[in-house]
């Protein structure tokens, strides 16, 4: 019964998610203007962006990744569906984990596969561009993670963005760090290998708090 609740709650999460057009178009739209407009703000001198460009990477995802959290938790609150949710013997947590995921595959995985575009327009090498969608896609899983948390607390909140944002934002410095820190390294020609590992290891401690952690909040929020 859980698995089951959940498996339907991740299908039906991935259909309102690409059912209006396409979950990503907003984030990505995002993410395109904001690492676009660097080179007029920096310059175009190509040593100038190639410094700054895992910084101004990492932080439009970041950014990017917190668009869509306002709606992860707010809509099912206000119509019952969380109620429903509740009451079916479906654990939050299952729901909470069903929710991240489908998120995270609708808009997550769309970032991770558009961040080397931006990257070799940043003039960053392009031998290292599988590695800036490697990076972007486990830092991303750790940002919805974390966004979810933020989400699950704001739910039952009128405009919550700005509360999310100020809850996950702090949350997200790790997995910025260290994934910005692999991309430095792989364009300096570095070992990568450590601070992509350390990325993963901050996403796998998301993945293992948050579903708990939202559950928690959503309860307090039915409540």
Do not use: N
């Not at 007029?40 to 932080?59: E, F, H, K, M, T």
């Not at 299952?94 to 489908?102: N, Y």
């Amino acid at each position: 019964m859980i698995f089951s609740g959940a498996a339907a709650t991740f299908i039906r999460e991935l259909r309102l998610a690409w059912g209006g057009g396409g979950g990503a178009a907003l984030p990505l739209g995002f993410f395109a203007a904001a690492t676009s407009l660097t080179p007029l703000a920096l310059g175009p001198a190509p040593d100038l962006l190639r410094a700054a460009g895992p910084g101004v990477l990492w932080i439009a995802l970041a950014l990017s990744s917190l668009l869509p959290m306002e709606r992860m938790f707010q809509a099912d609150l206000e119509d019952g569906t969380l109620d429903a949710y509740a009451g079916s013997g479906v654990a939050l947590e299952g729901v909470a984990l069903a929710k991240i995921a489908a998120h995270w595959l609708a808009t997550g995985v769309p970032l991770a596969l558009a961040s080397p575009i931006f990257w070799v327009m940043l003039q960053g090498p392009v031998a290292a561009a599988p590695l800036v969608a490697a990076s972007a896609l486990i830092g991303g899983a750790a940002f919805f993670c974390f966004g979810a948390i933020g989400a699950a607390l704001a739910a039952g909140i009128r405009r919550g963005g700005l509360l999310i944002a100020l809850i996950a934002m702090p949350l997200y410095v790790p997995a910025m760090i260290f994934g910005a820190a692999a991309i430095y390294a792989a364009a300096d020609g570095a070992s990568w290998r450590e601070p992509l590992m350390l990325t993963a290891a901050v996403a796998l401690a998301a993945a293992a708090v948050a579903p708990f952690a939202s559950a928690g909040a959503l309860r307090a929020a039915l409540d």
